[in-house]
């Protein structure tokens, strides 16, 4: 019922080791005029807590701009005690509540301390339910408590790696059969209830995190099961300067999420206001927007980052009136880069902007739509072909010369009969969950290959034909059998019902046939007198 995303705990590691530089230089001499006598600025280096603590904000950014509910974040600061910055209230869920904890905790200090007292409060906080949990039975048969735990820490090697490991689970193994033995209350606000929750499975993510130049005996792992399946442990090594890229990349498969690079914005130079250049803003969104462009692409495409270029196409304000479906929420990549800052206040000042699909081919066709609504950003996915594609340019023949498009070029007929085919096929593999619908399936594709490799003849175009007409769903009297030719058309309704067989005429008037060929009289005997017996 809860997935493993509901509940996502951060533990930073608060100890003398954090403290030291990334080795990583940040140059903040930024002046272009050096006259005589310059004193350059010296570049400066951030300690790894500060690494830790932009990286681990910058992945709550991105979650709560996208969901602003039901996606909760927790922060466990870990030195000599556990410092708890908030809590699983929705009050809590926000960038300012947890900056103003890490401000209360301040710099890296002299001490000892580690990372296993973090560890635990960690576990323990997995066990407290969400609002939406207390709100629900947890007898329930569908009630699963799931969450991540991201450890962001520095090992020396595998082995203290694997010790921490075990220290995690050997913490939540009674913890959970003390939860499974204790009655719940009966109350269900979650600010007041001190009920605990079985955890059903937890993914242990360990980040060891060294300085740029600092070796490190440490190595990635997969997730491996421990506990019988109860717990999911995985292990990634990074250097300091690439924390906050590896985070950008983990919150992605967390939530179900991809990126789309907006490329060719044009905007205004900073230093030059009379010109502008083109720039490229890449943002996060849910998987689902590209639910139509992922089925056109590999394995290893689908990983990749999606290019649309901007596009406001003529004779219209935007895109938007064409998106029917619905909207996901969408946020910046990077935040704080001005391209990205340019494209938001764009998006909030009214504007929407259609995105399309960039063809080596030419042409142009509209895909997806940015908009604003409610002080959020959405993207939508536009259903087909828009009113808005501009028709092919006179001069896209080769070398530049005016191309007459008109049923001449054998070449482009042969074309549209792939594309025809390729239509027919996807749309009735699309809805190939019926038995007769696999058979028409299994027709189609068998007419197809014939149109392959039999391209030539009146033999070729009749054997499918014949195939086509001889398939189970054809209509009656379709095939070949009682017919002399190969060729069979449809028929519409009025065909059908004039071809239908009419009931037997109703037997002749008896006097027409009496009288044969002559003109038959009608009531002969009313002149006779006829005399009635008495």
Known sequence: MFPTNHKTIFVLDHTPYFGISSDNPIDFDVSKSRGPGYVPLPSV??????????????????????????????????????????????????LTHVLNGLCLVGPVRRG??????????????LAEPSPTQAAQRPTDMLFQNRGRIICITSARDDDSIRSLAEIALNTLIPQNK???????????????????????????????VTPEKADTRVNNQPVIEMGGGLMGVEVIVCRASALANLLGRLVLPHYRLVTTTVTGIPMKEEQNASSSANYDVEIIHSAEAHAGLRALQTAAESTESVVLRWWTPRGAEGGAGGCNGPLWRVTPADVA?????????FLLNGRSVTLEVPRKGGGRS??????????????????????????????????????????????????????????LEALIRAHSASPAHRALLRTLLECRSHNNHN??????????????TDSPLSPVGAGNGNSSSDVWAPR???????????????????????????????????QQDVETPH
């Open 337 to 345: 880069s001005r391209p990205s800052a340019c494209l938001v206040n």
């Open 112 to 125: 000892a301390g580690g990372d296993v007292v973090g560890l635990c409060a960690a576990i323990e906080a």
């Open 45 to 94: 280096c951030k300690s790894l807590w500060t690494c830790s603590v932009e990286a681990a904000v910058e992945y709550c950014r991105i979650v709560w701009d996208l969901f602003p509910e039901g996606k909760l974040v927790r922060f466990v600061v870990s030195d000599s005690a556990a410092h708890i910055l908030n809590t699983w209230a929705i009050a809590q869920q926000n």
């Open 492 to 526: 519409n309704v009025l065909d059908t019902l004039l071809g239908a067989p009419r009931p037997p005429r109703r037997p002749d008037f008896a006097g027409r046939m009496v009288a044969g060929s002559r003109v038959a009289t009608l009531y002969q005997h009313l």
């Open 455 to 468: 391209t030539e003849g009146e033999s070729s175009r009749a054997s499918v034909i014949r195939a086509t």
């Open 178 to 208: 003390k939860a499974s033995t204790v009655q719940p209350p009966t109350t269900t606000d979650a600010s007041t209830s001190t009920q605990s929750l079985v955890v059903h499975y937890c993914h242990l993510v360990i980040i060891n």
């Open 366 to 423: 509209a895909s997806h739509v940015l908009a604003a609504q409610g002080g959020e950003l959405w993207i939508g996915a536009l259903g087909g072909r828009t009113p808005y594609e501009d028709p092919p340019a006179l001069s896209e023949g080769a070398g530049g010369r005016v191309t007459d498009y008109r049923g001449k070029s054998s070449g482009r007929r042969d074309e549209q009969w792939r594309q025809v085919w390729g239509e």
